[in-house]
């Protein structure tokens, strides 16, 4: 039976690496290479001017504070968590899943190309700004996090990772550093990368290992899965309606269709971290289970 439920659960894993990579795919050719998507993200990134006065100091304070000496930091800390659980190889993977999501975000950056439709050209000698970079560093740190805390910690430790994350994801659009695509991106990166680390931990776990029933969080995964998908379906809705103002240059556009146009990006990005932190707190307890063996 546990050979069974293992098995079950490399099945899974390899399912939810797939399909983060593949809305990945999807996300990137609709926002860069449509149109559609250029314009919808260029809606979203010039409606952060209504009250940013107001969120400036907030935003700046936040985002200056993700350097490389802060990933380092935070990287030793999940580390050292993992360590004095006894957890040498959770120490290992946790290390490798941010290192792996934030250097495949930095290629991915570099190497996509984005092509100039006219649409923002304002930003268009910028060149690919997807996916974010330090939105990744925030997901990634968040899920780690969630892998290596104690079962008693662990949701504590996911909604407020998913919290710091999305507004991490949120502070790049208001701060006008990057376009809500480049988050929502970021976090399918560090979630098919959350997927690998599972698979690693699963492969490296000892037949004495013991997993406890009692460690799942099914209720808190499902709250946060479901307000992941409800911020998702109000922000699909949010950017509908915009659609049908397509033709309107974004600089012509009223004060009404820009807030819309920002706030339900902004909706799709703490849906989307929402999710992906669900997916990992619904299957944890039987990468880490509660005695290793």
């Known amino acids: 039976m546990r050979e069974t439920a293992r098995g079950w659960t490399a099945v899974w894993l390899v399912v939810l690496a797939l399909a983060q990579t593949a809305a990945f795919v999807m996300v990137w050719r609709f926002a860069v290479h449509t149109q559609l998507g250029q314009w919808l993200d260029t809606v979203a990134l010039t409606g952060n001017r209504i009250g940013q006065d107001r969120i400036d100091g907030p935003v700046d304070r936040l985002l200056n504070a993700m350097s490389v000496v802060s990933l380092l930091a935070a990287t030793a800390m999940i580390g050292f968590i993992a360590l004095i659980r006894g957890r040498k190889a959770l120490a290992i993977t946790a290390t490798l899943l941010i290192a792996g999501a934030n250097v495949s975000t930095q290629l991915l950056?570099?190497?996509?190309?984005?092509?100039?439709?006219?649409?923002?050209?304002?930003?268009?000698?910028?060149?690919?700004?997807?996916?974010?970079?330090?939105?990744?560093?925030?997901?990634?740190?968040?899920?780690?996090?969630?892998?290596?805390?104690?079962?008693?910690?662990?949701?504590?430790?996911?909604?407020?990772?998913?919290?710091?994350?999305?507004?991490?994801?949120?502070?790049?659009?208001?701060?006008?550093?990057?376009r809500p695509s480049d988050a929502v991106a970021a976090f399918l990166v560090v979630g098919a990368w959350a997927a690998v680390a599972g698979l690693v931990l699963l492969f490296f776990q000892r037949e004495q290992a013991v997993v406890s029933p009692a460690d799942a969080h099914r209720v808190a995964a499902a709250v946060l899965g479901l307000a992941g998908v409800l911020a998702l379906v109000v922000s699909a809705l949010a950017l509908s309606w915009l659609v049908d103002r397509s033709t309107t240059p974004v600089e012509e556009l009223s004060r009404r269709p820009l807030f819309i146009g920002y706030a339900g990006s902004a909706a799709g990005i703490a849906g989307t971290i929402a999710v992906v932190a669900a997916l990992v707190l619904a299957v944890v307890h039987r990468l880490v289970p509660r005695w290793k063996g």
């Open 109 to 178: 950056k570099r190497y996509l190309d984005r092509p100039d439709f006219g649409i923002d050209p304002e930003r268009a000698a910028a060149g690919n700004s997807l996916p974010s970079g330090h939105t990744a560093v925030a997901a990634s740190v968040a899920i780690a996090l969630i892998l290596v805390l104690p079962p008693k910690l662990r949701v504590a430790g996911a909604f407020l990772g998913a919290g710091y994350a999305a507004a991490a994801g949120v502070a790049t659009l208001s701060a006008g550093w990057h």
